[in-house]
Each structure stands twice: as structure tokens, then as C-alpha cells.
């Protein structure tokens, strides 16, 4: 049976330019990159030109690039790592009240979770509502800025509907309340895990101190993902120490940051698919834009009632205003539940997905459309298509034939 894929944004296939990279360092050139021999060093040159890779793509210096084993384990490092700074001596944030963190409504599970279990913890976790469309409130962002406020976390590009918040406003805002108070802190981290295929993620430029990437989202490979740490030079040169605590203790790699023997075919893939990515990005989100508008007028004709959750057709996909990403289309269709639309487009050969496939298997209802002010009942009838590389037109023509059956 043809099947087609429209679930780009739960994660994409391995470039086959990627696979030829990474296949020599699982077998040949297999060392540990810490032993002092050849092997070793042929392995931690790979690691080395791979982070050198990453670094620059970014405008970062190599040190500022920690691998992890994915985004969610990198999204942990900001949050709890930060937290864990508090800890020690010299944070400036009052041991005698709580610290505060600040995250939007609509973050990822990883983020979300993990502010949720800190907050079990007793750290003071609050959440900046969005509006219809997703945007975070910045007034309501700088009005919860205290001085017990360690880190601001905020999603660059939301995975369920594509929002692109603006994180170089939100970067100047920080930027502004740490002058007003001569503090290094509070830090600004951002998942940028969807963002980084389609917009030019620059930390120094957005205002960001950390920032998290993805390999499986970019056609890389899964189990591989980064945090941006800014300014790991300057401390390191300075004997400092870092505003991020590991969580993961041991031999010492990654700058001490995350312990573990490293994943190098992982990395040399991460690294290419990056590489890759930014190649693609202005032509991609411009293709792909078009795809999603040509999808969604055809959409309109065989099912008149669905609604789109944002109103990202007929935006520019690429460049510097895109505000939505171009290739998330969220749709709401008010007479049929989720749940029955993706196991039926599935039974017909179509992969589509109701909010992030990142939480459990078992159907929930997306947290993410409830708190762009929908009720649950909305929720509960929106679907995401989200499109890739391999997407074409054909493959549109075939998935809008089996919606028309699947509402029939
Ligand atoms: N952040 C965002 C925005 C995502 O979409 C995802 C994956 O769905 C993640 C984080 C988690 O990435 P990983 O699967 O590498 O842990």
C-alpha cells in the first residue's frame, strides 16, 4: 500500500548524505575519543570538526556546544542545571526565598515537565499565558521578572502550531531588567529543536544564554541533541565557573558538562544534517510554504467546516518576518475527533498527528491549543499535517483524497 508521511515535525528520516558520514565511526573509526591513541584521536577529531561545525553555524565559539543524548536531556541541563547554580555560593539569587523560573504555556514537554518536577522540588514556576495564536504576553513576561528569577524559557518556534516568538525582543527585555540591576542573571534559554531548520538561530543576536537542538528533527539521527552555553570561554580561560551545573557526573566530557563517552557517529550526523540544514533554508521554508498553501485552499473545498488553528497560509515562508513556521499546519475539524481522524488517515495510508508525538502514546488532548484560549472540545477535534523534504504535490493530492474519505 502507498503511504505517505505528513508528520515531519515528530521527527524525519536520516539523509542518506547523512548516513554516509556518520557510517565509518561505528566500525572503522570507532576509538573512545579520551583514549591518547590513533584511534582515540581520530575519533575526537571528528567530534572536534563536528562541534566546530555546529559552533560556527551559530556564530558560537566550539566550547559553547554541549552534546547531549537529545533535546529533552539538553532542555534538562538549562533548567536544572541552572537551577543547581543557584545552589552554590556566589548566585546572588536570596537562599531564603524561592527561585523563581519562567516559562510560556506552550513549551514543549521537556520543558514543561521539568518545570513542573522543579516546581515539586519548591522552585516558583510561572507560566506567561499566550494569545490566539500563540504569542507569548510580553507584558505579562516582564511583569513577572523578580529578582529571584533565574531563568526565562522560551520556545522558539512551537512544535504543535509553528508560532515563531520573538526572542530577540524577549533577549533585549532580560537584557534591559539584568543592566537595571547589574545581574548576570536572569538567563534566557530557548528550545529552538523546531526553529533551527527554517530561521537563523544566532544566541548572540537573539539575546539568548542557552539554547537547545535537535538531530531528528533536521534529518539527522535520533538520540543527539545540543545546549549552547554561552560564554564556556571566558569562564574556562578564567578559572570561573559555569551558570550551568552538569547533572551527569563522571569522566568529564563535554567540558565537564555531561559525563559519558561520546556518541561520535551521532555526532558527525548531527553535525552534517546542521550543515545540511541551513543549506536548504530559505528555498525549503519557501517550497514547503507553497505546498501548505496550495494543501489547505484544496482542504477547504472537500471539508468547508475545518478551521485553521493559526492563520500561517498565505504568510511568507521564509525570511526575516515569517511568524509562523511553513511547514506546521494545525487544522480543527469540528465533526471529527482526533483520535479517529489519525488512526483512519493512518488505516488509508496517511501519517498525520494530533498535537506532539513526544508525549506518551496514549491520546491526550493538546495543552497547547487549550491554552491558545480554545475549549477542550477544540482541542480534542485539531490535527497537525507537518511537511518535509519528501513532500510533493502528488503526495498532497493523495492525503486530501483519503481526508474526503475519512469525513464521509
Ligand atoms: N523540543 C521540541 C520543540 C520538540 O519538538 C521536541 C521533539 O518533539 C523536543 C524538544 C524533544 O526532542 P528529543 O526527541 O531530541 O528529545
Redesign the pocket.
Known sequence: MNRIYLDY???TPVDARVLRAMQPYFSRAFGNPSSLHSFGQEAIAAVDVSRETIAKTIGADFREIIFT???????NLALRGALNWVKGQGSGVRKNKRPRIIISAI?????RETAYALRRDGVEVIEIPVDAQGFVDLKKLEAALNPQTVLVSI?????EVGTIQRIGEIGNMIQKYRSSRQSEYPFLHT?????FQFLDCAPLELGVDLM?L????IYGP????ALYIKNQISKIKNGGGSFVKPLITGGGQEFGFRSGTENVPLIVGFAKAVEMAVSYRIKEGKRIAGLRGYFWNALQKIAPSAHLTVPCVNMAGAGENIRFLPNILNIYFPDHSAEYMVTKLDILGAAVSSG???HSRAHQSSYVIEAMGFPRARAERSIRFSFGRQTTKKDINFVLKKIQAAIQ
Open positions: 515535525a515528530a521527527t543524548g537529545s533535546a529533552t536531556e539538553a532542555n513549551e514543549h514537554e521537556s520543558v520556545i522558539y518556534a512551537n512544535n528550545d529552538a529543536v523546531q526553529a537547545t535537535s538531530g531528528h528533527k535520533k538520540g543527539i541533541g506532539s508525538a513526544c
